[in-house]
Every structure is written in structure tokens, then in C-alpha cells.
């Protein structure tokens, strides 16, 4: 918004929000995200929508801001509204705070856990991690060739 509260023309409200905490809310051009069905690109005045979300990155492009903010996200939902982009994660992690070790770590966990499985719900938990592990590393990636 400007200094006088009116919201710029071209920009959309973004709200990521995890269990724990706001991650980011703030006037945006642009969110990409990981849909249900592939990527997703909001801009404002977007048709409504609600859907969920995969593991991966959401890349924002924060109005009057050179560089994009990317917030990793574990899965979620994600509903639109032509002047608000809401996205409710399971787990949210903003791209500076993202740990690749702790990423590899886990994907190291649960690639074990794997090959261990004594039930379904084990091997479906396992999949699970193997696979919010392997979205996070991919967004570590996808940083580093932005020059973060």
C-alpha cells in the first residue's frame, strides 16, 4: 500500500502463513508456487481458487523490491481472491533460514526409513519426508542460481 493506505493498481495481497507464524504479508506483482497439478502463476485480479499445494518453492515478486522473496513450503492449501493470495502451509521456511545439510540430513532419514518400512503407515510417513526433503533441496538449488 502506499502512505496513503490505497492499494497499488497492480499488485495482490500475499499472506504465507505456517502453524507456527506469519512467514510474509506484503503487497506483491507475482506469486509462482507449486500446485496439485503443476505450477501455479498469480496475478492480481486472478480468478478465484482454492487448491492444495506440493512441497517446493513459492517465489514472490514483492512490489517495488529488486529481488523475489522465496518462502520453501511442506505441502498446503492455497486459495486466491482477486486482490488476496492466501497460502496456508504445513510447514513454511523463508529461502535465507533454508539449511541444506539439515535438508540432506533428512532426506538421508527418510530414504532409510524407506528401506527399513515395518508398516504402510511407516513407508507412507517415509515418502512423505523423502519427499518435503527433496523439495527443499531443490529450492536451495533454485536460490543459489538466483544469486541469494
Not at 538421508?108 to 526433503?133: G, M, P, V
Request: charged share 25%.
Amino acid at each position: 500500500m502506499d502512505n496513503k493506505g490505497f492499494k497499488m493498481a497492480n499488485t495482490i495481497h500475499v499472506d504465507v502463513v505456517s502453524a507456527e507464524e506469519m512467514i510474509f504479508s506484503g503487497e506483491a506483482e507475482f506469486v509462482a508456487l507449486p500446485g496439485e497439478s503443476g505450477e501455479l502463476g498469480i496475478y492480481p485480479r486472478h480468478t478465484p481458487l482454492i487448491t492444495r499445494i506440493k512441497p517446493g518453492a513459492v517465489r514472490i515478486k514483492v512490489a517495488g523490491q529488486a529481488q523475489d522473496e522465496f518462502v520453501f513450503v511442506a505441502g498446503g492449501l492455497l486459495e486466491v481472491q482477486p486482490n488476496h493470495v492466501t497460502v496456508l502451509a504445513d510447514t513454511a521456511i523463508r529461502g535465507a533460514d533454508l539449511d541444506e545439510a539439515k535438508a540432506s540430513e533428512a532426506k538421508r532419514r527418510a530414504e532409510e526409513a524407506l528401506t527399513n518400512k515395518e508398516s504402510l503407515i511407516d513407508y507412507a510417513k517415509a515418502q512423505s519426508e523423502l519427499s518435503a526433503a527433496i523439495a527443499q533441496l531443490a529450492a536451495i538449488a533454485k536460490l543459489r542460481q538466483k544469486g541469494r
